[in-house]
């Protein structure tokens, strides 16, 4: 089978070597050069996947049997074109066209499903984002409709905040939609990501749950398992093959929920990896997340989905400009037990751009938080250069 991945960053790299390892062939395409999926690709191109037409000329080209998106910047609306012409878009076109943008999935969460969320208010302009504020109060939480691993992402405490985050989100957007999501801080216990797996024809699966901690709108640190009552997980699960089920098709789903005293609250979706995901790379499941991606969408039996370790993972960030980083701490990590670590090879750095992630396991029976402190000094130990 021959696989389109449209976007080509650290998650699409694991994807592709998972891919690889069945024997299938993958073109990657993100919008420059050298990308971390290219390096281990079959093939690869580089366009804005924001023109429809540079889009289109590359399915033309290649005809490929899936076409599996890793980011948000794209014209999914062409998706729908590609299922007639009986391509397999993944999860599907509804899927995809729907998560790029937080309104269409925070719509079909709340309004269609009725799933418990934040309120919240869209706005197009720094004079309608004042109105929502307002609407839902303050604190509250301001995301660009269209982003990832937090860009644009802020917090408004006071009046002066307003302006600044309408800015800074404006900056954060990925591709042509200059609108922002603003909603109502939820006093929240604990993040978690429940990764979703949804196979054509066989049950929805759940992966024991990931915790996560974040700065700036992007993860720092993960843990699996994370700590949630029967009844929250429960809950949580309902929600997760609810919304999945609406969206359609198959693969792995990264479902986000706040853990709050009074229940559980719908955040966010997304159709693949999570980056959260990562730590099913420190070998905590029978299959890691890409692996589990890969099977769902090409249909191949996933009996069941084993908590084998505790595990963390913690970024590895840059913290200059560069055109061309080094690393040192590398033999320093390498000799630390149960102990892994991955280089992206990302070709330029910017500060806090993720280049890397440190991986620890322990037994099911060690403290999640020991897991967790290792992972964190692990990632202290490499240095990204300029």
Known sequence: MKILLLGSGELGKEFTIAAQRIGQTVIAVDSYENAPAMQVAHGFEVINMLDGEALDKIVAKHQPDFIVPEI????????????????TVVPSAKAANFTMNRKAIRDLAAKEL????????????????????????????????????????????TEADVEKAWNYAVEGSRGDVVEVIVEAFVKFNSEITLLTVVQNNNPTLFCPPIGHRQERGDYQESWQPARISDKDLYEAQDMA???????GGAGLFGVEFFLADDG?????????????????????QNFNEFELHLRAIMSLPIFEITLEKNGASAVILASENSTNPSYTGITEIASLPRTDFRIFGKPTSRPYRRMGVALVNDTLETPIEEVVEKAKKAASLVTVHS
């Open 72 to 87: 948000e910047a794209i014209r999914t609306e062409r998706f729908y074109d590609y299922e007639k012409q009986g391509i």
């Open 114 to 157: 009725g799933l418990k969320t934040a309120n919240y208010r869209y706005a197009t302009t720094a004079k309608e984002l004042q109105k929502g504020v307002e609407a839902v109060g303050m604190p509250c939480v301001v995301k660009p409709l269209m982003s990832s691993s937090g860009k644009g992402q802020s917090t408004i405490k």
């Open 241 to 247: 093959e609810k919304v999945t089920e609406a969206l």
């Open 264 to 284: 559980v609250y719908f955040s966010e979706l997304s159709p693949r990896p999570h980056d959260t995901g990562m730590v099913t790379l420190a070998g905590t």
